[in-house]
């Protein structure tokens, strides 16, 4: 299933605002990324060129290559609905669609395309996926209860779940925690050591010690002054960025000399 | 000091606190009247506005102003002296603020009461079974202008709700840049044309087709639908944007295209308040009258065809009994009355429609 994304000199651009320059990384699949860095340095900015939700926002635009399967995700034919398919995403507040039960949230992909499908093939669509979000025990009797009814962390499990629930390749995950106190992360941080055997997952954190915890390979973004763009100082293996980065600002942010 | 027992050197160390001779302590409490001070005043003041009007020395309205200034100056004196200037103040703002709901209040109770009591004169079953063909003097209903009524404004909704639906849907998913402040500024300008100039287009636009002599129940719908689509606008506009983002961002990230997740996403979840939106613009155009009045004209016959000849309305019959009556005046008259009775009824209804609507539609935590 996970696939490999490889970026090359991506800039990033709101209207003429560049706001990240020149990222250049190679995702790896079945591993876990963190990206880590100071507030407004442009890593949820970032993870969002990734699966094209950033032209949502009004005038934005990027340059630059992101490779996925030999294809450009930028290239002129691409429909970023498709790439939507492909790569999933989980966002920094949990949320459930407010007018749908737990049940119709899992399966919320699939009905929001109106894709048909058998009853019992839903049924086992919605419990593989909300066991693969640790969250099965803890709904399977209220199904049909509306899914903002759950507590923060339960809601985030269940956007994962939804997330889960469409088969993507690649998983984006935004600060999934941030929100979430210490038992719900720990549940979320087992769920991404589980996921990753079947996906590619790219998590944005501002905890470097949930970084260290659960990704194979750390990216390390900056920004050179402000007002300056952003850009990727450096990324590597996660136990070689926390014991001996290569560049001194990685070492100043990690050791709390900044940031 | 004094106070503190001193038998022993632990005690002094205790938890007795600092010298009260040389800390002042905060002052926390101050005087208060007592609990039915303020009904107590007011009852004073009425009673003393009373017997003034009573032994002649004023008339009612101006027996009421005394009596709501003396309240007001009385309790803001005495509860100046007893417990400060601050909650006098207080006590002087809520009498102000009373007064302006009460004057507020006034025309509204007394035009419902005015209705309801002169309404009720011929509130029957003949009024309602019956319309006005060959009917003089006495008897005589509105069965005609009711669906006249009921169909006119049913006509108007399904010409309005789309449009303005699909406006508001464009003005806040797609519409960026000058088109969509054009629309929005000419939304506004619709907001205040005067009713009877909606009336007027409908009858240039038709009578460009049918000639000067056309009156229709249709053309009445396209008026009122040109006083309705500005409130449908407006209302879902208002409604759509307080979808959050996240929704539409959440259902995009499952690869959703734009138009189903406006479909299946946006729209649902705004459900409650365009649909109640949507009932409260019906409730302000359905007592319309001069739009009606000219594009559709009156008739004392059942006629339930919107696309032949004229029709009767609520708002029209009103008028027209009322406008010219006949001889004795008191029947027309009465049914005048009793048909406003009947629209006020009726928004009501729409209204009561639109709370539920609100609260069976919204999204549900439980």
């Keep these: 299933m996970a696939k490999r994304i490889e970026v090359n000199g991506l800039d990033i651009y709101y209207g003429n605002f560049l706001a990240v320059q020149g990222v250049s990384m190679t995702i790896q699949p079945q591993s876990v990324t963190a990206l880590i860095g100071p507030s407004g340095c442009g890593k949820s900015t970032f993870l969002r060129t990734l699966n094209r939700m950033h032209e949502l926002v009004p005038g934005a635009r990027v340059e630059g290559k992101v490779v996925m399967d030999d294809q450009d995700l930028y290239g002129a034919d691409v429909d970023p609905v498709n790439v939507r398919r492909q790569i999933g995403m989980v966002f920094q507040r949990p949320n459930p669609f407010p007018t749908m039960s737990i049940y119709d949230n899992v399966v919320a992909g699939v009905k929001l395309n109106s894709k048909r499908m058998k009853k019992a093939d839903m049924d086992a669509l919605v419990e593989r996926s909300l066991r693969a979000a640790n969250l099965w025990d803890e709904v399977k009797d209220r199904l049909s209860k509306p899914g903002s009814g759950l507590s923060g962390g339960q809601q985030q499990r269940l956007c994962i779940a939804r997330a889960v629930a469409v088969q993507p390749e690649v998983l984006l995950m935004d600060e999934p925690c941030s929100a979430l106190d210490p038992i719900s992360t720990m549940a979320i941080e087992d769920l991404m050591m589980q996921l990753k055997s079947e996906y590619t997952i790219v998590i944005v954190t501002h905890n470097m010690q949930q970084a260290a915890r659960v990704s194979d390979t750390t990216g390390f973004f900056n920004l050179k002054a402000v007002g300056e763009p952003g850009g990727l100082v450096e990324v590597d293996a996660t136990d070689k960025i926390f014991s001996n980065p290569s560049v001194q600002a990685t070492e100043d942010y990690i050791s709390g000399r900044f940031g | ?366």
């Design chain 2, 1 to 366: 000091m004094s106070t503190t027992p001193t038998t022993s050197e632990s005690r002094e160390a205790g938890p007795v606190g600092p010298d009260k001779a040389d800390l002042q302590p905060a002052r926390l409490t101050h005087g208060s009247l007592p609990r039915r001070a303020a009904p107590g005043v007011l009852l004073a003041a009425a009673v003393l506005g009373a017997a003034l009007w009573l032994l002649g020395v004023f008339g009612p309205v101006a027996a009421t102003l005394l009596a709501a200034a003396l309240y007001t100056a009385g309790l803001y004196l005495w509860s100046r002296s007893v417990e400060g200037a601050r909650k006098a103040f207080d006590r002087f703002v809520t009498a102000m603020v009373t007064s302006a709901f009460l004057l507020a209040l006034l025309p509204l109770v007394s035009v419902l009461f005015t209705v309801f009591d002169r309404g009720f004169e011929r509130f029957d079953a003949e009024f309602f079974t019956y319309s006005m063909r060959n009917v003089v003097g006495e008897g005589g209903g509105v069965h005609h202008a009711l669906f006249g009524t009921l169909i006119i404004t049913g006509l108007a909704t399904l010409i309005a709700v789309p449009i303005g639906m699909l406006t508001a849907i464009y003005l806040v998913e797609y519409g960026r840049g000058r088109l969509a402040r054009y629309i929005t500024f000419f939304v506004d300008v619709m907001t205040g044309i005067p009713s009877i100039v909606a009336g007027l287009f409908a009858v240039a636009l038709f009578q460009l087709f049918l000639g000067p002599a056309a009156r229709m129940g249709v053309m009445g719908a396209v008026a009122l639908s040109v006083l309705m689509i500005p409130i449908v606008v407006r209302s879902t506009e208002e409604m759509l944007k307080l979808v959050p983002n996240e929704l539409r961002e959440a259902s995009f990230a499952l690869a959703v295209p734009k138009w189903r997740t406006i479909m299946k996403v946006v729209l649902p979840t705004a459900a409650a308040g365009i649909g109640s939106g949507v009932t409260l613009a019906i409730a302000r155009v359905i007592g319309e009258t001069a739009p009606l009045l000219v594009a559709v004209g009156m008739t004392t016959s059942d006629n339930f065809n919107p696309f032949d000849g004229r029709m009767a309305t609520l708002s029209v019959f009103s008028y027209t009994q009322y406008a010219s009556p006949g001889v004795p005046p008191v029947f027309s008259l009465d049914r005048a009355w009793a048909a406003a009775l009947t629209l006020i009824l009726i928004v009501m209804v729409l209204n009561l429609l639109a709370r539920l609507i609100a609260r069976f539609f919204a999204p549900k935590t439980r």
